[in-house]
């Protein structure tokens, strides 16, 4: 499908560089480094950056098939998706099952990993040097980043993820404890999911044992984490290649 995997650069994250094919199609490629802490910590890891595109573009596929709309369009086999272009809302979408990381900071009051009584949906600013504040429907509303009933769908489409994410793990013998989902608005002004789901955005455990970027938070080496990227995916079923 992809005829040009490349572009002008037009944008360099941690995670990931983008480049521009033409005015409908950009090229994510996934960088083979692991950060934790806004940057902090920052370490070259071999491997990953194939090991997350694959998992993008298994589970957006996956997502696809149930009816979510998302912006992949193909994946090279390496470490580069296709996607459509969107104009980004630049918050971040964080869905909780369990009561674990941000959360527990803001919420002592509750033990780590508890259930919580139904998924908890909530908006973060994207800003590296505020560290990613939690806002409000309201801030978000008042700051023109979406409105009301865009926010509402937001909030269906991210409770619908959920399900379809955790039931495919569960069949998995996986726990999805959370994750982070980033929208933007394609031409038509149609809501779409954007960016990844990875290891480096969801928290997924097995037998209680992580295998996501806790594992790098909490001081295992990039190459243990990526060792752990490879079992994610062979446990998902993720393919190694297109
Ligand atoms: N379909 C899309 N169209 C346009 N921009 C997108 C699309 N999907 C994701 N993005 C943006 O592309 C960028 C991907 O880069 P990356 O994730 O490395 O950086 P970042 O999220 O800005 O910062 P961080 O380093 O904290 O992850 C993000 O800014 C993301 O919001
Ligand atoms: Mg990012």
Do not use: C
């Not at 869905?95 to 900071?105: E, I, Q």
């Amino acid at each position: 499908m992809a005829s040009n995997w490349t572009g002008e650069l037009i944008y360099e994250g941690k995670a990931k560089r983008v480049y521009r094919v033409d005015n409908e199609f950009l090229v994510m490629e996934f960088k083979d480094e692991v950060t934790a802490f806004d940057g902090a910590r920052k370490e070259h890891a071999p491997g990953k950056g194939r090991l997350a595109a694959a998992q993008t573009a298994f589970l957006m596929g996956l997502l696809g098939r149930h009816g979510i709309r998302n912006h992949l369009v193909d994946w090279d086999g390496d470490r580069k998706i296709l996607v459509r272009e969107l104009r980004m809302i630049p918050i971040e979408v964080i869905v909780r099952n369990y009561a674990y990381g941000s959360f527990l900071k803001r919420m002592p009051l509750m033990k780590p990993m508890t259930k919580f009584s139904k998924p908890l949906v909530e908006f973060h600013l994207k800003s590296d040097e505020l560290h990613d504040p939690l806002i409000t429907t309201d801030d978000i509303i008042e700051a023109g980043l979406a409105g009301q009933e865009q926010l509402n769908e937001i909030i269906s489409i991210a409770l619908r993820v959920n399900e379809i994410l955790s039931d495919y793990m569960v069949s998995r013998g996986l726990m999805l404890v959370d994750f982070k989902l980033e929208f933007g608005f394609d031409k038509s002004n149609n809501l779409v999911l954007a960016d990844e789901l990875s290891g480096d955005t969801m928290r997924v455990l097995i037998n209680g044992r992580h295998l996501d970027k806790e594992l790098f938070r909490k001081g295992a080496s990039a190459m243990d984490l990526v060792k752990s990227y490879e079992e994610m995916n062979k446990i998902l079923g993720v393919p190694l290649n297109t």
